[in-house]
């Protein structure tokens, strides 16, 4: 049972481009949360979504990002119009219904605004 | 709002040897989950242990446990045995028993085993 899949892994863009991270969770999982990092920090919470509804974006910035779960396919961070102060460890985690709270996490996506 | 307090940011210890890094939080609900997560230089976040609040009993994994004081609110894990594949940051975390289930985190604690 493959984990947390995400890609890609590192990402390099320039100011004011678009910024694209993708997401599939667990197999059977249908729960999706971003996490950010930022340097010498813990992960703070952006978004919690499930297939095609946001439950909870109250970490999100209010403006440049969105993030969607649609029915098929991964879910996706999308980061418009990038500023340095975006560059961070994106972390995209999955749980199940029913998980009790615990969540998986992936290996992260590393964005670097140059 | 919840919060998460780690005030030990690095730790030493010395290999096969016993460390405990220390985490308090702060919250006015009484059904709650406590994690610790561990992020070798790989950057993998990795759970390590988790205690659900209703549960008097400290939850055990091999090697790492924990002294849950809910009460004097603390959460703190212990490493006995220590490894070097310990070397890490450890990051306490928190969150709610039936909410959204995100995560509040602490700074971490950048635990080094030496040889």
């Known amino acids: 049972n493959a984990g947390v899949m995400q890609n890609p892994r590192h990402l390099v863009r320039r100011r004011g481009q678009e910024a694209r991270l993708r997401c599939s969770p667990m197999?059977?999982?249908?729960?999706v949360y971003w996490y950010r990092q930022l340097p010498e920090e813990g992960l703070k919470f952006m978004v919690y979504?499930?297939?095609?509804?946001?439950?909870?974006e109250s970490g999100m910035p209010k403006e440049r990002f969105s993030a969607e779960f649609p029915k098929e396919g991964p879910s996706i961070l999308r980061i418009q119009q990038v500023v340095r102060g975006d560059s961070a460890a994106y972390f995209c985690?999955?749980?199940?219904?029913?998980?009790?709270?615990?969540?998986?996490f992936g290996e992260g996506s590393w964005l670097t605004v140059v | 709002a919840q919060t998460v307090t780690q005030s030990q940011p690095e730790m030493s210890v010395q290999e096969a040897e016993t460390v405990t890094l220390s985490c308090t939080y702060d919250?006015?609900?009484?059904?709650?989950?406590l994690f610790w997560y561990k992020q070798p230089p790989s950057r993998q976040m990795i759970l390590v242990i988790r205690?659900?609040?209703?549960?008097?009993q400290n939850a055990t994994e091999n090697r790492f446990s924990v002294n849950f004081q809910k009460a004097a609110k603390s959460f703190s894990l212990k490493i006995s045995d220590s490894q070097l594949g310990d070397t890490a940051m450890y990051f306490c975390?928190?969150?709610?028993?039936?909410?959204?289930?995100?995560?509040?985190f602490g700074k971490g604690t950048k635990l080094t085993v030496n040889p």
């Open positions: 985690a999955s749980s199940p219904e029913g998980s009790g709270n615990t969540i998986y």
């Open positions: 197999k059977g999982h249908s729960h």
């Open positions: 979504l499930q297939k095609e509804n946001i439950i909870d």
């Open positions: 919250t006015s609900e009484n059904n709650y989950y």
């Open positions: 205690q659900e609040a209703y549960k008097q």
């Open positions: 975390a928190f969150s709610l028993k039936g909410g959204s289930e995100k995560l509040v």
